[in-house]
Structures are given as structure tokens and as C-alpha cells.
């Protein structure tokens, strides 16, 4: 299984930009596609993002579409998540884990301890 640690949250304006990375350990990184969660105070976690194994093919939720990048780069046993146009909507503590291609479920319920990013009006 993968593990993982993020980082690069923080605290910016309505309309600023950040890039959120997923630290991998693990030599079979490569093997897993990855996905982008987040969870706001009160509410449940939900889908942001998700890059097959390859880096080839992605999918965004329609919250973050047309906004949000995710990228990877197997060579670092990284993923990336860089967040443009950020909305006071996008506060949440965002994680990273393995999924399922498709349904875009996350393979474990073994959540790290995310990164908080925070959006200010």
C-alpha cells in the first residue's frame, strides 16, 4: 500500500493560487492511480481529482473543473494538485490516496494527515 504525506497548504486570497503535493514512500507507486480528496468543517470528504497510474488520463469533480491541475511524476513517487482561481468554497483540509479507476474511490480508509487550505474573501 501507499504512503503518503502532503503539503503546501496555506492560507491565500479569493482568486490566488496554490500547489499542493502528495509525498509518496513505497517502490510501487507507479502501479496505483491517485486521487485528490478534501473535507470542510461539517461536512463529508468528497472527490476533487484523479490521475491514472501513467499520468495519461484525469478527471475532476465539476466544482473544480477547468480550475484545478493534477499532475504527477513517477520519477519522485509524487503527485501534484495546483489550484487556481481558489474560492472561499475550495477551505478544506485536502488529502491525497490511491483509488479505484472509475468509481474514483478511495482503495483504503486509511487517511493521512492532509494539508489545510484556507480561502479568505
Known amino acids: 500500500q501507499v504512503q503518503v504525506v502532503e503539503s503546501g497548504g496555506g492560507l491565500v486570497q479569493a482568486g490566488g493560487s496554490l500547489r499542493l503535493s502528495c509525498a509518496a514512500s513505497?517502490?510501487?507507486?507507479?502501479?496505483?492511480?491517485m486521487g485528490w480528496f478534501r473535507q470542510a468543517p461539517g461536512k463529508e470528504r468528497e472527490f476533487v481529482a484523479a490521475?491514472?497510474?501513467?499520468?495519461?488520463?484525469?478527471v475532476y469533480a465539476d466544482s473544480v473543473k477547468g480550475r484545478f491541475i493534477i499532475s504527477r511524476d513517477n520519477a519522485e513517487n509524487t503527485v501534484y494538485l495546483q489550484m487556481n482561481s481558489l474560492k472561499p468554497e475550495d477551505t478544506a483540509v485536502y488529502y491525497c490516496?490511491?483509488?479505484?479507476?472509475?468509481?474514483?474511490?478511495?482503495?483504503?480508509?486509511?487517511w493521512g494527515q492532509g494539508t489545510q487550505v484556507t480561502v479568505s474573501s
Open positions: 490521475i491514472n497510474w501513467s499520468g495519461g488520463a484525469t
Open positions: 513505497g517502490r510501487t507507486f507507479s502501479n496505483y492511480h
Open positions: 490516496a490511491a483509488v479505484s479507476w472509475g468509481s474514483y474511490y478511495p482503495r483504503s480508509n486509511d
